[in-house]
């Protein structure tokens, strides 16, 4: 299992799953902030008993600054790789108020899937809203949860 959270600034360009999301707003974070790949990295990681996604790229490392984080993706998957570990699938959430992510989890999807190397239908992403309750609700920030299932070769 993988959570993450990313304040949400003006200035800054919104990447979710891969993909760029046109929103007045974006994540904040030392890489692109891309909360839903970073929540599933850490569910790989976790899965495979490899610590967690700051272990492995930490903030604090200008390699990592202002990175895409579907290489941090890749990286993942072939750290768990070398482990013996392949992705079997992913069940991912998007908590955000706005904007309404439903039209763009296909393409989504599709890149993860990409970059991964499994089906598209593996990948499970759902996006919901907070009813307007806690920093999502006030649109602070947006957060992800996400369980992967890795099986041996």
Partial sequence: MGYDVHRLVEG???WLGGIKVEHSL???GHSDADVLIHAICDALLGAANMRDIGYH???NSNQYLNIDSKILLRKTVELIESKG???GNIDATICAERPKLNPFIPQMQQCMADVIGI???DISIK???TEKLGFTGREEGMSAYAVVLIQKD
Avoid: I, K
């Fill in 26 to 28: 974006g994540l904040d």
């Fill in 119 to 121: 089906d598209a239908e």
């Fill in 12 to 14: 800054r360009d919104l």
């Fill in 57 to 59: 790229f930490p903030d």
């Fill in 85 to 87: 570990y392949q992705v």
């Fill in 127 to 129: 996006a919901t809203t």
